[in-house]
């Protein structure tokens, strides 16, 4: 009989665990719905874009990874993509049961018109600096209370430098705690652990904010490559301005047929 009533009760539990993991998502849902609704901007329930195939470092972590609520659309005229992030990492005790830790992040993807190394910007804490200690050393800046603060890693040492300049630092400051940003090429992806489905406005605002003050050098130095024009074949080009100048130049139409020669009349010689 104690068998019986301990079974039911873990049945009761994972009935109870099962419900209400269902409420949270369904509510979840609609909050992000609502929001995108009162942004004018499109939702959907999983990730129509396939943006783990994006070659942000976060997207990387962990075991298994996941992305749903995507919000999409036009935030004060920039191009923006906010989302729910999840990734876990499974272990094993010493009795080979597994087990997985979930981290759960809200992100903010917006495009940055400049061909950028990878940077990443986080705030400072215990783990980051255990890493600076075991010689993973983040980049140090003039700003002692901005090194202090943050924790930049990236490649290119100069591109940092000149990203991150004395009027990002000071903005970065004031306004970054609590947010991690990542660039990669022509993307910038700002996150934070999971927030409500209101607070992603705030996320949004911070983003575009963020790309405000991307100094201008770095879209001087570090410009989009300039798509190639078609290329032209050069030397019919040419002969066919010859011609046009010596007043015998007519453009064939483009599906005119070739005209065939006249076969000489019958008994002609």
């Known amino acids: ?49 396939a943006l783990l195939a994006e070659p942000f470092a976060l997207f990387q972590k962990g075991d298994g990874r996941g992305i749903e609520n995507v919000l999409a659309g036009a935030y004060q005229a920039v191009d923006v993509k906010a989302f729910d992030y999840w990734y876990y990492d499974e272990s094993t005790d010493s009795k080979g049961q597994t087990s997985k830790t979930y981290y759960r992040f809200d992100c903010v993807i917006v ?12 705030n400072e804490n215990v783990l980051t600096r255990l890493a600076d200690a075991l010689s993973f050393h983040d980049i140090e800046f003039e700003s002692e209370e901005f090194n202090r603060a943050f924790n930049v890693k990236s490649p290119d040492k100069k591109f940092a430098n000149d990203f ?16 991690a940003f990542e660039i990669m090429g022509d993307r910038l992806m700002s996150y934070r652990r999971k927030l409500s489905p209101m607070e992603i406005v705030t996320l949004l605002g911070l983003s575009k904010a963020f790309l405000d003050r991307v100094p201008k050098v770095v879209y001087s130095l570090y410009a989009r490559p300039t798509p190639l024009a078609p290329q032209v074949n050069q030397d019919q080009e040419t002969a066919n301005e010859a011609k046009w100048l010596a007043g015998h130049y007519t453009p064939d139409a483009p599906d005119a047929p070739r005209a065939e020669p006249l076969a000489p009349p019958e008994g002609s010689v």
């Open 111 to 122: 495009p940055i018109d400049a061909a950028c190394s990878p940077l990443t910007i986080d």
């Open 1 to 49: 009989m104690g068998g019986f009533l301990l079974f039911t009760g873990i049945v009761a539990v994972a009935v109870v665990a099962l419900v209400g993991s269902y409420y949270l998502k369904k509510k979840r849902r609609e909050g992000f719905a609502l929001v995108a609704r009162q942004l004018g901007m499109e939702y959907w329930p999983e990730d129509p874009f």
């Open 164 to 179: 991150a300049d004395a009027r990002m630092m000071q903005w970065l400051l004031q306004n970054g705690k609590g947010t």
